[in-house]
């Protein structure tokens, strides 16, 4: 089982829909979890990151974690064309991890 | 604040040639620094932890012979890739840690570099 499991997709949202994109990871002692964008080519940028059970929002994007059952996920509101990327869910260890472990990443594709 | 650069931005070698990334962050200390590999349509791979001062800590199935890391200064990390062939051509991107505006323990990327090996 990989330690950080996403559904590599693509997934394809009508723009101004709902994109949601999930992941799974398989360490329950995981304290911090994040979401980065990679546009083709580029390196990843922090969207958002989260570390409490329950949703985060910011903007037109909301996470979500639930730690009981290993399960984060990204809401994308309102979808724009400028959103299609892969997105990478990343997760740091509890008791001072440094290092990130990097899900395989969703390919999401908004069509206007 | 928290820019990180890395040189070249791209670079082709010929095949048994070593070529050295360079790493920095230009307006931040970073006392940790790490190094991934993306390989076409796949995910970022860890390949080693460098903290300035002391050797990398590199993960399992990294060759730390072949893929030389240098953290000499708070600013500055080096990758060199030692003899290299055309299965090391990918992407190769480092990042820093350092205390966002966030208050987070945060990675802050750099643009990558994209090795190709003839």
């Known amino acids: 089982q990989k330690e950080v499991e996403q559904n590599s997709g693509p997934l394809s949202v009508p723009e101004g829909a709902i994109a949601s994109l999930n992941c799974t990871y398989s360490?329950?002692?995981?304290?911090?979890f994040f979401w980065y964008r990679q546009y083709s080519g580029k390196s990843p940028e922090l969207i958002m990151f989260?570390?409490?059970?329950g949703d985060k929002e910011d903007g037109r994007f909301t996470a979500q974690l639930n730690k009981a059952s290993q399960y984060v996920s990204l809401l994308i509101r309102d979808s724009q064309p400028s959103d299609s990327a892969t997105y990478l869910c990343?997760?740091?260890?509890?008791?001072?991890?440094?290092?990130?472990?990097f899900g395989q990443g969703t390919r999401l594709t908004i069509n206007p | 604040g928290a820019v990180v650069s890395q040189h070249p931005s791209w670079v082709i070698c010929k095949s048994g040639t070593s070529v050295k990334i360079e790493c920095r962050s230009l307006d931040f200390q970073a006392t940790t620094m790490f190094w991934y590999r993306q390989f076409p349509k796949q995910s970022l791979m860890l390949m080693a932890t460098s903290n300035e001062g002391s050797k990398a800590t590199y993960e399992q199935g990294v060759e730390k012979d072949k893929f030389l890391i240098n953290h000499a200064s708070l600013t500055l990390s080096t990758l060199t890739v030692t003899s290299a062939h055309p299965e090391d051509s990918s992407f190769y991107i480092c990042?820093?840690?350092?205390?966002?505006?966030?208050?987070?323990?945060?990675?802050?990327f750099g643009p990558g570099t994209r090795l190709t090996v003839l």
């Open positions: 989260i570390y409490s059970n």
């Open positions: 360490d329950r002692g995981s304290q911090s």
């Open positions: 990042s820093a840690g350092a205390l966002s505006a966030r208050s987070y323990n945060e990675q802050f």
């Open positions: 990343a997760v740091k260890g509890g008791q001072g991890a440094q290092k990130l472990v």
